[in-house]
């Protein structure tokens, strides 16, 4: 099992990143994923999720409006949109895995770091 996540990087407060997570070695369509961040110092928390048909999707208030989770289940993919960035969206985010969609799943990614500074 493998989740490579990607496009993270510097970017300005109002900017624009879009996360990519790309799975292998299961199933991809039977598994909801989840994005959690986790910033230094602090808890690793949960950023959105989307159910393993893309039907269902969750935000955390804090990027409610904000942020845009989909996936691509051909291409194995799962992505992040996040617009409006403001520097408390600081953090390592993780893509995760799992078969059950009120629970962290089984599967994480190494983290790509996104860091909203002037």
């Known amino acids: 099992v493998q989740l490579v996540e990607s496009g993270g990087g510097l970017v300005q407060p109002g900017g624009s990143l879009r996360l990519s997570c790309a799975a292998s070695g299961f199933t991809f369509n039977r598994y909801h994923m989840l994005w959690y961040r986790q910033a230094p110092g602090k808890e690793r928390e949960l950023v959105a999720k989307?159910?393993?048909?893309?039907?269902?999707?969750y935000y955390a208030d804090s990027v409610k409006g904000r942020f845009t989770i989909s996936r691509d289940n051909p291409k194995n993919t799962v992505y992040l949109q996040m617009n409006s960035l403001k520097p408390e969206d600081t953090a390592v985010y993780y893509c995760?895995?799992?078969?059950?969609?009120?629970?962290?799943?089984?599967?994480w990614g190494q983290g790509t770091q996104v860091t909203v500074s002037s």
């Open positions: 995760n895995a799992g078969r059950d969609y009120m629970r962290m799943g089984d599967y």
């Open positions: 989307i159910s393993n048909g893309g039907i269902s999707t």
